[in-house]
């Protein structure tokens, strides 16, 4: 694959980080508050009762953003006050538990959760669950090793909305012993130039690492980078520069702070210089790199340094000039797994060595999918009208298909469509609102439950309904013509019985002769007209 050069931000991708630390504590996000504006996006301390402020940073109780969980506070000396507290998820019936944040569909988002466990339920390990975002299972979430350290785990991820929300969601795994939980959750809009050559309506990016080569000590984030991404430092047995010369981050598609490229790895003039970044071995699978170089003197006609770059022995770019406003070079598309190596191989005429400043590495997954629009939007319409609602109905309805929403069945393939309701017995109340768009139902079972108000005229419209059952609720009103006429629909209806000319005696009896039928008196009262029996 062909790397790219660019002077400006680059892709965006759907990002999964795990970071061995207790939460990043940069000088800069000591500051006072009041030093620097708060940053753009949501930060939500999950499980407080009240406001968070770390650093210059204000996070915001998690009220509004979920409907469900429990929430506990965490009795540990010297926590993070974002650490504090925390919302854990214990009803084992429901197939996810959702947080939902608004977003602007095209928009591309940086998302992080972070998990501390301190032993909220009492036990000594922290329980392994799945996230999940929209409609993709993102990863599993073991924070056991972190935890046995006394540290804290976050995932990262970018994201583009799909619509006008984009849900976060838990769920529960075969081998997850109690109760999922979260600490914290960001969600950040990016600029448009960030990470942009990546297709986000069939990819997302989960993030394998990102550094600033060069220098030790602390993380780098917010407000040195605006979008709070986690810069950490590596150092190997290279030797290390610092740079006098500045750069302007909007000149980089990726946008990294000045501060990730202040130092750099660099080696003697005519020598190669091998980095092997990232430490860990990667898993065979498709990656996005973006690497930065920026010659760390003064500029002058004389700053520059010329040098070929090989990842893993393949050529990445040839004959790059690091000059002093800096340079990125990526690749969209790269297959890579076991040990990583970045080769700088100078040019004979080169003045100085080659150096490296800072780099990115996400591995490339596809997107789980998602429920067709028109049946996302019918399905929250009918979230919104309903009390009583099963815990999991939020985030996607139907996907990922073992936590689709309960009482929820979906058609497989592309677009997934939702095909029936089996939501009998739930005490749901309520109206019954507009389901005509969700053209691909089969089945509706809405009995035994407390609807309230006539049966929707929409229902009509559902030109594949093979069931309709009504039965044992509230509704008042006439069967519309053409669910009674409809052939082959099986339903299940009991109206209240209209009729001023029969007693009570004439209509249980009347009723008793059948299990469930949809009954109609006419005006008068005379003459009883049904429509499918069912014996």
């Known amino acids: 694959m062909a790397s790219r050069i660019a002077s400006f ?6 990002v999964v980080v795990t970071v061995a630390t207790l939460f990043p504590s ?3 996000q000591q ?3 009041a030093a620097v504006p708060q940053p753009r996006g949501f930060y939500i301390s999950c499980g407080s009762d009240k406001d968070v402020q770390v650093g210059s940073i204000k996070w915001a109780k998690d ?8 929430a506990s506070a965490i009795n540990k000396p010297h926590l993070l006050p974002l650490l504090a507290a925390l919302r854990y998820f214990p009803d084992a019936t429901a197939r996810k538990y959702c947080y939902q944040l608004p977003v602007v569909k095209g928009t591309r988002y940086l998302v992080r959760t972070t998990y501390f466990y301190g032993g909220f339920d009492g036990g000594k390990e922290p329980p392994v669950f799945d996230q999940i975002v929209d409609g993709t299972l993102w990863s599993a979430v073991n924070t056991t090793d972190n935890y046995r350290r006394g540290m804290s785990t976050y995932f990262e991820m970018v994201a583009q909305g ?7 969601c838990l769920a529960r795994r075969p081998d997850t012993a109690s109760s999922p939980f979260i600490s914290a959750l960001e969600v950040i809009d990016l600029a448009d130039s960030m990470y942009n050559t990546t297709d986000f309506s069939r990819f997302t990016m989960t993030t394998v690492v990102r550094s600033r080569f060069g220098s030790k000590g602390d993380i780098v984030s917010y407000p040195d980078d605006p979008y709070n991404r986690y810069w950490a430092p590596f150092a190997d ?7 006098h010369s500045s750069i302007s981050p909007d000149d980089f598609w990726n946008q990294p702070p000045a501060k990730a490229l202040k130092a750099g790895i660099t080696t003697s003039r005519g020598k190669k210089l091998a980095v092997q970044w990232p430490t860990t071995e990667l898993p065979a699978a498709t990656y996005y790199v973006a690497l930065y170089f920026q010659d760390p003197r003064t500029a002058s006609p004389f700053s520059w340094r010329v040098f070929d770059v090989a990842v893993n022995g393949n050529d990445f770019f040839r004959g790059l000039n690091a000059s002093a406003a800096g340079v990125m070079v990526y690749s969209s598309m790269m297959q890579l797994s076991g040990k990583t190596e970045i080769l700088l191989t100078p040019n004979e005429t080169s003045p100085v060595g080659p150096l490296i400043n800072a780099g990115e590495i996400y591995q490339i997954v596809p997107l789980g999918g998602r429920t067709a ?7 929250e319409d009918l979230a919104s009208s309903l009390k009583n609602l099963p815990p999991d109905w939020a985030g996607d309805p139907c996907l990922p298909q073992q936590h689709s929403w309960t009482g929820v069945e979906c058609s497989q393939g592309s677009p997934v469509r939702v095909l029936s309701l089996y939501l009998s017995g739930n005490n749901l109340s309520g109206p019954i609102p507009d389901l005509s768009s969700m053209h691909a139902l089969t089945a ?3 009995d035994s439950n407390q609807f309230s108000g006539t049966i929707n005229p929409s229902m009509e419209k559902l030109a594949n309904l093979k069931e309709l059952h009504l039965n044992n609720n509230n509704l008042t009103g006439k069967i519309p013509d053409g669910l009674k006429n409809k052939a082959g629909l099986d339903l299940r209806c009991k109206e209240q019985l209209r009729g001023t000319n029969l007693n009570e005696a004439d209509k249980e009896e009347i009723m008793s002769t059948m299990l469930h039928p949809c009954t109609q008196f006419n005006d008068e009262g005379r003459g009883l007209k049904t429509s499918k029996f069912v014996r």
């Open 31 to 33: 500051q006072p508050a």
């Open 63 to 70: 009220e509004g953003f979920t409907a469900v969980g429990n």
């Open 373 to 379: 629009t028109r049946d996302v939007v019918a399905m």
């Open 444 to 446: 509706v079972r809405l």
């Open 9 to 14: 931000p680059s892709f965006l991708a759907f």
């Open 237 to 243: 047995a290279n030797p290390m520069v610092e740079s």
């Open 162 to 168: 799909q619509g006008k929300t984009m849900s976060v």
């Open 26 to 28: 940069s000088s800069s």
